[in-house]
């Protein structure tokens, strides 16, 4: 599914026109990665969380010559789903 199709989807199950739609799907992902950017996390029970997980420095290989070569530390972001989400899904 990508974002045209659910866009449709949740107009249908809601009610409402796709641009009204399409405007919450917009304000959800700008709110969540505006409070991941922030450090935050955003739980909705029942479905999951979203959070960031730190990634140390570490060394690593360049898998076409075999030279190691330093990794940086980053952030990266991490959706843990919850368990009313994960018995949905089998």
């Given at each position: 599914?990508?974002?045209?199709e659910?866009?449709?989807a949740?107009a249908d199950k809601a009610g409402?026109?796709k641009k009204?739609?399409?405007a919450?799907?917009?304000?959800?992902?700008e709110?969540?990665?505006?409070?991941?950017?922030?450090g935050?996390?955003v739980q909705?029970?029942?479905?999951g969380?979203?959070?960031?997980?730190?990634?140390?420095?570490r060394?690593?290989r360049n898998?076409?010559?075999?030279?190691?070569?330093?990794?940086?530390?980053?952030?990266?972001?991490?959706?843990?789903p919850g368990?009313?989400?994960?018995?949905?899904?089998?």
């Open positions: 599914m990508n974002k045209t659910l866009v449709a949740i409402i026109t009204d739609a399409e919450v799907v917009a304000a959800f992902t709110t969540v990665t505006k409070e991941l950017k922030k935050g996390k909705l029970v029942g479905f969380t979203f959070e960031v997980t730190k990634r140390s420095a060394t690593g898998p076409q010559t075999g030279a190691t070569m330093k990794i940086a530390a980053s952030k990266a972001p991490k959706f843990k368990k009313a989400f994960k018995d949905a899904i089998g």
